[in-house]
């Protein structure tokens, strides 16, 4: 098996709304995959059909082998989900609720179970009515990490944590990559994905619109330019590639194509350059350009994804381990 996850011309719709609408995804088995895109994008309903909890329209999804709608006992004893807004059994404490997520995955390594809670300082003494968002959150992690599992799927794993268990969050994702796990992870910080992923697939209107490494994608847009010259430099804004040239005395600002970035520094040489910064794209702002209109101004297209209202009415179950309770 190649693939952990593929999905081929991925369809799915709620009544008259399109909320995938040939969707492909493959996700090598080993790699750590980010997934982002904008509330609405069609997250969070591609995720629901992996885990077998919303069936296909129409597409090819298999998941580890299995097909999700089909297998979806036996898919769910070789991964672990982490959904965004955890909901525990109140009545149990956070100690028996990883024990029960464990023997539904097929068992839990006990060590690790132990070394998690340490590092996210988690009494699991507590029952689940007493937990706050942030450590309900941290129950599911534990519970993910523990288990022996091959895939980990995590839909905005970090919500409600604070920076310093975000920071072991990160640490621990990376001890998984390590230990050879797949892991797709929806997120909305970016810095999160930027860390943590091999490669990240940016999803616009129920379509993967972009996949690659960062640098892949840095490499396909644009670079912004500051420069202090001794001189003007003539037909800068005419370069090929260069775009938005802002000139404020002897000061410029522009953006450039990364590929026409190495004759541009060369002309701003021939300018007596005093000072100079080459700023790569965050990954926002790789992201928010698959969001931008097409024309000047004006805001972008609202995406045609589902709302959770549509979803709840059309899911598979009523009660899932998407709420762990």
């Known amino acids: 098996m190649d693939a952990a996850i593929s999905i081929e011309g991925l369809v799915k719709r709620f009544g008259g709304t399109v909320a995938l609408d040939g969707l492909d995804l493959e996700i090598p088995v080993g790699e750590v995959r980010g997934f982002l895109g904008p509330n609405g994008a069609g997250k969070s309903t591609t995720i629901r059909v992996l885990l077998g909890l919303l069936r296909a329209d129409s597409g090819n999804v298999r998941v580890l ?20 807004d955890v909901t525990l059994w109140p ?3 956070g100690g ?5 997520l464990g023997r539904l995955r097929g068992g839990l390594d006990e ?6 809670l340490e590092r996210f300082e988690l ?5 689940g009515r007493t937990y706050s968002k942030g450590n309900r959150q941290k129950v599911a992690i534990v519970a993910a990490l523990a288990s022996r599992v091959e895939l980990l799927v995590l839909d905005e794993p970090t919500s409600g944590l604070d920076p310093l268990m975000e920071a072991v969050f990160q640490d621990e994702i990376r001890r998984e990559k390590a230990d050879g796990r797949t892991i797709l992870l929806s997120s909305h910080i970016m810095s999160e994905a930027e860390a943590l992923a091999d490669r990240i697939s940016i999803i616009r209107d129920g379509r993967v619109v972009q996949t690659g490494t960062l640098a892949e994608m840095r490499q396909q847009a644009q670079n912004t330019v500051h420069a202090t010259l001794r001189r003007p430099l003539a037909g800068l804004a005419r370069m090929p590639g260069v775009h938005r040239v802002v000139e404020d005395g002897d000061t410029v600002r522009f953006d450039v194509d990364t590929t026409a970035l190495a004759p541009v520094i060369s002309a701003l040489g021939a300018a007596d350059v005093v000072a100079l910064e080459v700023a790569p794209p965050s990954l926002e702002a790789l992201f928010l350009s698959h969001y931008e209109p097409s024309g000047a101004g004006g805001a972008a297209p609202p995406p045609r994804g589902t709302t959770a209202e549509s979803e709840r009415r059309h899911g598979r179950h009523a009660a899932h381990e998407a709420s762990l309770g």
Do not use: F, N
């Open 123 to 127: 009494d699991p003494r507590k029952h």
């Open 65 to 84: 082998g299995h097909d999700p709608w089909r297998e979806l006992v036996d898919l769910h004893r070789r991964l672990a989900y982490v959904p965004g």
């Open 111 to 116: 060590r690790r179970r132990a070394e998690l």
């Open 91 to 93: 009545s149990i404490t």
């Open 96 to 100: 028996e609720a990883i024990d029960l």
